[in-house]
Structure formats: C-alpha cells, structure tokens
C-alpha cells in the first residue's frame, strides 16, 4: 500500500500558477512511475502529466507547454508546476504511483481558476 501526502492546490485567476507536491509513502520501492491525474465535474478522470523512475515525462495536449512534472531529491515526491491557467484546468488533481501492484491514488486537491 502506498500513501500520499498531497499539496499546493488553491483558488487562482486565470493566467497565474499553482504548484502542486505529492510525497509518497509506504510500499514505494516498486514505483516505477508518478503522476497526476484530474477530474472536472461531470468529466471522467483524465491524465495530466506522468514521469517515469528515468525522468521520461509525458504531458496531456491541453497542457503541453504550460505545466511541468518534476521529481524531487527523494525520488518518491513529484512536483508538477502549472502556469498560464486557463478555466479549463480547474477540477481534482490526483497523485498517483505505478508499480507492479497497480495504481495507487491520493485523496486529491482542488484547483480553482476563476476571477
């Protein structure tokens, strides 16, 4: 079982950024890959952004040359920074971990972006 400690989520207006950080806890030493999902009401969880235990990064379109996903020191924390957020973005970010278990997921934080 893996636990996360999730944060940086918040109410912004469009055009600013956020910083979101997840630290995993627990089973992690078969993690092989980090990321962050988020679900917009009435939408289905889709993927953000993914980083891999070699540093490969995979970005949803929509965000692609906006947010960027990082791993700190301990590679079981993951930052992803979002800048130039648009309405679209606001919903329930999602950390989450890939191993041979499967998936596992964090409680989630809110994003807000409205003026």
């Known amino acids: 079982q893996v636990q996360f400690v999730e944060s940086g989520g918040g109410l912004v207006q469009p055009g600013g950024s956020l910083r979101l950080s997840c630290a995993a806890s627990?089973?992690?030493?078969?993690?092989?890959?980090m990321g962050w999902f988020r679900q917009a009401p009435g939408k289905q969880r889709e993927l953000v952004a993914r980083?891999?235990?070699?540093?490969?990064?995979s970005y949803a379109d929509s965000v692609k040359g906006r947010f960027t996903i990082s791993r700190g020191n301990a590679k079981n924390t993951v930052y992803l920074q979002m800048n130039n957020l648009k309405s679209a973005d606001t919903g329930v970010y999602y950390c989450?971990?890939?191993?041979?278990?499967?998936?596992?997921w964090g409680q989630g934080t809110q994003v807000t972006v409205s003026s």
């Open positions: 980083i891999t235990s070699g540093g490969v990064t």
């Open positions: 989450n971990a890939e191993s041979d278990r499967g998936r596992d």
């Open positions: 627990g089973s992690i030493f078969s993690i092989y890959a």
